[in-house]
């Protein structure tokens, strides 16, 4: 069902006909296309636009130009598969494995929460594969709030099972994380004992993490929190393990199921149902692909992650390699996150000296304070990105970052050098605003464009490299990033 | 330290330059309009009803809640059977001078569990299986239904936060704006550079595209106004110093401020108190109850609590037997509203603490789209017929408002749409010089 039949759902049974304005808001077209592999035909070429998609959608921030280069050349096939060559693990902070002495030192507490912000930034910028984007995909799933959980040390934990999983094993990542501190504290694991149970985890567990509402009972929450029970945290809060007098030994029924199940039981009766897989398709569609759900090729996409026994890689690769995916109609169909808008402003603006605690900061203005997301049920992405309150941030960023400042310096050398032909005002704009948005400008809009960028000169008289031209190609990028296309992912 | 907007913009230094970028007013602000306001507070987590509105004279309370229960001699009494919880104690002179209505057993049929779904059906105002609009959204849309092609004078919808939820979402978008200063809103919103607009493509792009189009124009069409509105006014009493009393003061000001705008809302979360209960949920009935209060005689001071009803709402109350530490996700729960138009006292009855479902929940008396149908019909003076679409179904309404002083009269009141002036020219503001100026002081 997508968008547009869902509003015509709504509740009031009102059906959109006859319903004013819009000349044609016509219905969303299914996408024909299924995930059979795309290969490049002369309507649907690989081109600059295809690659820039892929690499916005598989990797933290868009990408800048050169990049684009070189996805071109790998050709579709080839360019998926590079996404799956991770670099080597990112150095630790030096504190991610000292145990932890209560009482907190605050001080060093909240030093360590900016360094470890800082030490994922850093890592999601350079990292040129998937990993990262599958890290956060994997922490906005499997929520913790740092402003619950406090203890970087305890993010970090969570952060590299993240890591450790990327686009692997999702059963052994889903039993991990429930054993994982930084979950036991988060969910009220650790206070769910035989003798009190605490639903929370449970609930969560079954309507969030795997199966989504409506596939279970509260019976079955109540059930699963019993064989949940006796998990205790290690006094450095570095560990965790089964408390054998505060597990419930009993017999529970699960999902139809009866045995002496402990937690890692449950998750195994829960991979074992058909909606666990459809849910977690839905759940990497709406990701990777797009927020409008298409039941079809999430039925087929849970098909094959039974058929990988819930192994992450071949699926998101069979994902991103599909003509599905590659479609006109999805390129630019989602909205940025704070995130992908920062990296992409830094990679686009070739930033040197890049203040990165700063970064995290504006990051929270701007809705996305990292690690730190809103509940349980992580950001809710998509449209949710923007508001009245959170789009003017935006804008004014744009007119921020196009000068020098603390937050970073942009390369202008660097900038021009990557461009073909930045003598030429014309492709100067056209190069730019198809690297950097996902739709096609018309012709008045490129006019205006190279209005902006010349002020009063004459077009012969362009010249890129003379001083005063670097404040005519900042207001020229302060004007495209204000463009709503810029928004666009 | 949180890092939230309101530090960033301190620190950004531009919550300093107020007085040299205060927008020159043609005119004194006009006189607050008489419309009907309905501020929506919620309450975000699940409140624990059964602890707000305390049954303090049942033993089954006391036996069910050995860990959580407030001792009857703590309770503050409303009458012989229930009283508030101490936390609310700033309450009680807006009961007795009948200003506080408290609807008991509030719920649905087949109570979900689920924060997202329960607060969906709570922000949608329904039940069905797919929830995509709200019933504020809804409400607003079949006034302004050229909305926004045609833009009232001020906007429909203020929700203090960073960002839109369904409440206010429309079938065809959303009817409100979030806005949690309007200061910065003011700010931001100067010096953008725009140029001719390619037209959208057909298609899922093209939509998202027209959806970021038309936010912007929300955005900067309405900043100078809610900016005029908040500086027009200012707040006749102190608040506490709480987040949620600084989003009411600001609600306040701008009603004074003569800004047109029918709907807010703000929203306190954290009610989900599965652990340590008796410590965490005092505090947060206290914020709200210091908040509503301060909002309730401000109103009072500035003359407009004629004007003005506040609702509350929380997706759902919390067991009755409690977890040892704290309670788990219940049903049926009490909600109030405040305000000189409010018909002060009980409503609704409390659920039978000895008859609960097979997940030891409450059953709820009275059905939350009945408080709706009462808002809509008495409040907003919207005809059964029309609350009856809203709600997609009929919804006896209860007594919650008295019938004298100012009240609606059948037609609601529609604001007249915008004056298109030519905006106000303003200088870009210096971004970069307002993000460093102050990261650089230590």
């Known amino acids: 069902m997508d968008r547009r039949e869902l509003l015509t759902l709504a509740v009031t049974g009102r059906k959109q006909a006859g319903r004013r304005r819009d000349p044609a808001p016509s219905p969303h077209q299914k996408i024909s296309a299924g995930l059979e592999p795309y290969r490049p035909t002369t309507q649907q070429p690989w081109n600059r636009r295809r690659a820039a998609h892929l690499l916005r959608r598989a990797r933290l921030g868009p990408p800048r130009r050169s990049e684009i280069d070189r996805f071109m050349k790998l050709g579709p096939a080839e360019a998926v598969a590079e996404l799956f060559r991770f670099p080597p693990s990112p150095v630790l902070p030096a504190w991610a494995d000292e145990p932890v002495e209560l009482p907190l030192d605050?001080?060093?507490?909240?030093?360590?929460?900016?360094?470890?912000?800082?030490?994922?930034?850093?890592?999601?910028?350079?990292?040129?594969?998937?990993?990262?984007?599958?890290?956060?995909?994997?922490?906005?799933?499997?929520?913790?709030?740092?402003?619950?959980?406090?203890?970087?040390?305890?993010?970090?934990?969570?952060?590299?099972?993240f890591r450790d999983a990327a686009a692997g094993d999702i059963r052994d990542l889903?039993?991990?994380v429930g054993q994982n501190p930084a979950m036991l504290i988060y969910l009220d694991g650790n206070l769910n004992t035989k003798y009190g149970i605490n639903e929370n985890y449970a609930r969560e567990l079954l309507e969030l993490f795997t199966m989504g509402r409506s596939h279970y009972t509260?019976?079955?929450?109540?059930e699963a929190a019993r064989a949940l029970t006796g998990w205790r945290i290690n006094p450095t809060l570095l560990g965790a393990y089964r408390h054998p007098l505060l597990h419930d030994n009993g017999q529970k029924t699960f999902l139809g199921h009866t045995g002496n199940w402990n937690d890692e039981d449950i998750v195994d009766i829960i991979f074992g149902q058909r909606a666990t897989a459809v849910f977690l398709a839905g759940r990497i569609y709406r990701h990777f692909v797009s927020p409008v759900a298409d039941e079809d090729l999430v039925q087929a996409l849970a098909d094959r992650l039974i058929a990988s026994d819930f192994e992450l890689e071949p699926v998101l690769k069979d994902l991103l390699g599909s003509a599905h995916f590659m479609a006109d109609e999805l390129i630019g169909s989602d909205i940025k996150s704070p995130i992908d808008f920062l990296?992409?402003?830094?990679?686009?603006?070739?930033?040197?000296?890049i203040d990165w605690p700063?970064?995290?900061?504006?990051?929270?203005?701007?809705?996305?304070?990292?690690?730190?997301?809103?509940?349980?049920?992580?950001?809710?992405?998509?449209?949710?990105?923007?508001?009245?309150?959170?789009?003017?941030?935006?804008?004014?960023?744009?007119?921020?970052?196009?000068?020098?400042?603390?937050?970073?310096?942009?390369?202008?050398?660097?900038f021009l050098h990557q461009l073909p032909h930045p003598e030429d005002p014309r492709q100067l704009v056209r190069h730019v605003t198809t690297d950097f948005l996902p739709l096609a400008l018309d012709e008045q809009t490129e006019a205006e464009l190279v209005a902006i960028l010349l002020g009063s000169l004459p077009p012969n008289q362009w010249n890129p490299y003379r001083p005063e031209a670097m404040t005519r190609v900042r207001l020229f990028l302060q004007a495209v990033m204000q463009m709503a296309e810029y928004q666009l992912h | 330290m949180k890092l939230d907007r309101r530090w960033f913009l301190k620190l950004s230094g531009m919550a300093t330059l107020s007085?040299?970028?205060?927008?020159?007013?043609?005119?004194?602000?006009?006189?607050?309009?008489?419309?009907?306001?309905?501020?929506?507070?919620?309450?975000?987590?699940?409140?624990?009803?059964?602890?707000?509105?305390?049954?303090?004279?049942?033993?089954?309370?006391?036996d069910q809640r050995p860990t959580v229960a407030v001792a009857e001699d703590e309770v503050r009494p409303l009458d012989d059977r229930l009283g508030l919880h101490p936390g609310l104690v700033a309450w009680e002179p807006l009961w007795s001078g009948s200003e506080m209505a408290v609807v008991l057993g509030v719920g649905y049929p087949d109570p979900d569990l689920s924060h997202f779904r329960s607060t969906d059906i709570w922000r949608g105002g329904s039940t069905a299986p797919v929830i995509?609009?709200?019933?504020?959204?809804?409400?607003?849309?079949?006034?302004?239904?050229?909305?926004?092609?045609?833009?009232?004078?001020?906007?429909l919808a203020i929700e203090v936060k960073s960002a839109d939820t369904l409440l206010l979402r429309g079938q065809n978008q959303g009817m409100g704006m979030a806005v949690n200063d309007p200061e910065a809103l003011y700010q931001l919103t100067s010096g953008w550079l725009t140029v001719h607009q390619t037209p959208a493509p057909a298609g899922r792009a093209g939509d998202e595209l027209v959806f970021v189009r038309s936010l912007a124009e929300t955005s900067s069409v309405y900043a100078e106004k809610i900016y005029s509105a908040f500086t027009a006014a200012v707040n006749a009493v102190s608040y506490p110093a709480t987040p949620l009393a600084t989003e009411l003061s600001m609600v306040a000001r701008l009603i004074a401020g003569g800004l047109a705008t029918p709907v807010y809302s703000v929203l306190l979360s954290g009610f989900d108190t599965h652990v340590e209960q008796s410590q965490v949920h005092p505090g947060l009935l206290r914020t709200v109850a210091g908040a509503v209060a301060a909002f309730l005689a401000d109103l009072d001071a500035l003359g407009i609590a004629d004007q003005v009803v506040l609702m509350t709402m929380s997706e759902f109350g919390r067991r009755v037997r409690d977890n040892g530490s704290g309670t788990d996700h219940g049903t049926a729960a009490p909600l109030f509203l405040f305000g000189r138009n409010v018909r002060g006292g009980f409503c609704g009855a409390q659920p039978d603490l000895r008859d609960l479902d097979d997940a030891g929940n409450m059953i709820h008396v009275v059905d939350f789209r009945q408080v709706y149908a009462s808002v809509l019909q008495q409040w907003f003076g919207a005809t059964p017929a029309l609350a009856a679409e809203i709600l997609a179904g009929d919804f006896p309404p209860l007594p919650l408002f008295v019938t004298t002083g100012k009240k609606n009269s059948g037609a609601p009141t529609r604001m007249p749409p915008m004056r298109r002036q030519p905006t106000s020219r303003r200088e870009p503001a210096d971004g970069l010089e307002l993000i460093t100026r102050r990261h650089r002081v230590p």
Request: charged share 20%; aromatic share 14%.
């Open chain 1, 218 to 222: 509260q019976t079955d929450v109540t």
């Open chain 2, 19 to 62: 007085g040299g970028c205060r927008p020159a007013w043609g005119s004194p602000p006009p006189a607050a309009a008489p419309s009907p306001v309905l501020v929506i507070l919620e309450m975000l987590g699940g409140n624990d009803g059964l602890n707000t509105v305390i049954p303090y004279s049942e033993a089954t309370y006391y």
């Open chain 1, 106 to 161: 605050f001080e060093a507490e909240y030093r360590m929460r900016q360094e470890l912000v800082t030490w994922w930034l850093r890592q999601a910028y350079v990292d040129g594969s998937i990993r990262e984007r599958l890290v956060f995909f994997w922490s906005n799933h499997f929520v913790v709030e740092m402003e619950k959980v406090f203890v970087a040390r305890l993010i970090l934990s969570i952060n590299r099972l």
């Open chain 1, 174 to 176: 889903t039993k991990r």
């Open chain 1, 343 to 353: 990296l992409g402003v830094l990679r686009q603006f070739h930033a040197t000296k």
């Open chain 1, 358 to 414: 700063f970064m995290g900061l504006i990051l929270s203005v701007l809705g996305q304070t990292p690690f730190d997301p809103p509940n349980v049920a992580g950001w809710p992405g998509h449209r949710d990105w923007l508001s009245t309150s959170s789009l003017p941030f935006r804008q004014m960023l744009a007119q921020a970052v196009i000068y020098p400042s603390r937050l970073f310096i942009m390369d202008y050398h660097r």
């Open chain 2, 132 to 155: 995509a609009t709200g019933w504020l959204g809804r409400y607003l849309e079949t006034l302004y239904p050229d909305y926004p092609d045609v833009r009232p004078e001020a906007p």
